[in-house]
Each structure stands twice: as C-alpha cells, then as structure tokens.
C-alpha cells in the first residue's frame, strides 16, 4: 500500500456523488477544497503517524500571510487567514466579507496521512487562487482548475522560491522540471509544485477510496466540451498541478482575470507544455484546437484525425528540444 494512503483505512468515508455547490451570492468561493466527506481526524488521533504537527500548521501559514497578505493588499482585499487547528475537518475553504478575503484552513486536512507539507501549502494556494487564480472566473472568481492550476503556475514559487524539495520527486515529474527549466532554483521551485500536487492527489484517491493511483504519466485524455468549473476528477487535478509547475512562464507577471495567455502558458503563446489540461478547461475560440498538452499526448492511443495532429506536433517539439 502506498505510504501516503496508510492513514485511508482508518475512516469510513462517506463521499458524496457530487461536489460542494458554489454559493456566489454569499461570496463563497471555495465551499470545500474536497468533496464533502464526513471524515474528522481530531487532536486525539494518533499524532505520530501525522506528517504535519501544530508549529509546521501555524509556519506555513505565516509563510501565506507574508507573502500573500501584501500581495491581497494591494488589490484592495484583507487577507485574513482562519487557523482551525482544533477542528478536525478534512477540507478548506475560502470566501469574502466586506473587506476581508479568508482562508479557512483546517487541522484535520493537516493531519491526514497523505498531507505533506507541501500539499498542504498548496492547499492554501488553491484558496489563494480563487481570490486572485486570474482566468477564467465563474461569476466573479477563479473556477476550481484555475484555483488549482494558479497553485502551482505562481503560488508555490512563491512561497518556496528556490528551496531544494523537501524529499524525492516522481522521476516523470522530475524530468519535466529538468526540461522545462534551466537551472537548479527554478528546476526545484517545479519540483515543489510537482510535490505539492502529489500529496494532494494522493489525499484524493484516499478520500474516494479509489484502487487507482493518479500518476504523472497516466494523464486523463478526455477533453471537456465546455467550461467545468467545478472539481475536476483526480488524476485531472493532479495533471494541472504538474502543468502549472511545468509551465515556464515569467513568474513576475502576473495573471489577467480576462485573457488566459497572461502570465501563463498557452497554445496560442506558442506553448506546448505546462498549459491548462483540457479534462477541465475549455480555452477561448481563438486558441489553437489541440486535445491535450504533449506531456500527456506521447502516451495516448491515436483515436482521431485532430489527435494524429497533436501528437506530430507533439514529436516535432520534441526534435526541437522543446517538450518533454
Ligand atoms: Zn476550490
């Protein structure tokens, strides 16, 4: 059994069918990270199997607070993060009032076994995203594969810098950070993304009880006829998180809440790697129609006309030394 999933067992999952519904008019904009489950893992749990203790909740959060409370600020907002750490709730969330811009951010996602803490940094950078993730927006904030992309694309640089990860890197992963990127700093700041990411989906499929691990190189191939805005389905998540972390746009600009090829990486910015997956993402009518990113399309089967063309695409960036 895979490490991060020792702690699954312990609950009886009771995991809804749907996900939580975005409450717009109360200004919730994550009403839960996860689908609604009624798992709590309490202070009384067995902390020892816990990667994540009480100080490394509150030093990554203060690490949000420094260097996203100035950032919120000047957009007009309040950061104001809620640290619940007695509460045994496996999710987070975030919402405005007045002024304000919350993370709610619970003790029971810290404590689960999958939870490491980048995944939990990227957690909180999944709700900093739906405040500032940029495009595309439902109503007036950044949809869940935003949120989750901008996780990785901007936050967890952020919040990491260059930082050597914490422990070891997928070896798929690892490789598109090696491509993509030209020196160790920025190579690492795409591992601790791809790390995050990891730990997060891991808590997915734990919180499922799914017999599939999401992996790097088993992307989801489908592709969305329109805008989902809700949760995409795991291994989806996980293929926008390696995504974002692999996408070697200029982290000093920031996104646009209007125009997807801002700070980010697109077809139509000539990118082929590290763009939105199309599992969730429906890209604007003036964006190249392609499938799915080459990262994911050297595995695929050749199912049509549109694919055969990725995939040449795919193979000839490939020759050039652009892809992966
Ligand atoms: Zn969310």
């Not at 990554?60 to 600020?73: E, F, K, S, T």
């Not at 690492?188 to 499929?205: D, I, K, P, T, Y």
Request: some cysteine; hydrophobic content about 35%; aromatic content about 8%.
């Amino acid at each position: 059994m895979n490490k991060y999933l020792k702690g699954a067992a312990l609950a009886v999952l009771a995991v809804s069918a749907g996900y939580a519904a975005h409450r717009s008019s109360n200004k919730q904009l994550c009403s839960g990270f996860l689908p609604e489950n009624d798992m709590k893992i309490e202070l009384s749990g067995d902390v020892h199997m816990n990667t994540i203790q009480e100080a490394m909740f509150n030093r990554v959060l203060d690490r949000v607070q420094q260097v996203y409370g100035p950032i919120i600020a000047s957009k007009g907002g309040t950061l104001v993060i809620n640290r619940k750490w007695t509460d045994g709730t496996v999710n987070a969330s975030a919402y405005q009032s007045g002024g304000n811009w919350y993370l709610n951010m619970y003790g029971g996602l810290a404590r689960h076994a999958a939870t490491t803490e980048e995944g939990f940094m990227l957690v909180a950078c999944h709700e900093l995203g739906h405040h500032i993730g940029g495009y595309p927006k439902m109503s007036w904030a950044t949809n869940e594969g935003g949120a989750d992309y901008f996780a990785t694309l901007k936050c967890m640089r952020n919040m990491y810098g260059g930082a050597a990860p914490l422990g070891e890197v997928d070896p798929y992963a690892d490789k598109a950070c090696q491509s993509q990127f030209g020196d160790e700093p920025t190579r690492n700041a795409c591992r601790n993304g791809v790390r995050g990411g990891q730990s997060v989906a891991f808590l997915f499929q734990a919180l499922r009880n799914s017999p599939t691990p999401p992996k790097f190189d088993t992307p989801d191939t489908s592709v969305t006829s329109r805008m989902n805005n809700a949760h995409p389905d795991t291994q989806c998540r996980l293929d926008t998180y390696f995504q974002g972390a692999a996408c070697n746009a200029s982290l000093g600009t920031d996104v646009s809440n209007s125009d997807p090829n801002v700070g980010s990486c697109t077809k139509k910015n000539g990118q082929v790697v590290g763009i939105r997956p199309r599992c969730w993402y429906k890209p604007p009518a003036d964006e190249p129609n392609f499938s799915e990113a080459p990262m994911a399309s050297k595995k695929l089967e050749l199912k049509s006309s549109e694919e055969v063309g990725t995939r040449i695409e795919a193979l000839r960036e490939v020759l050039l030394g652009r892809g992966v």
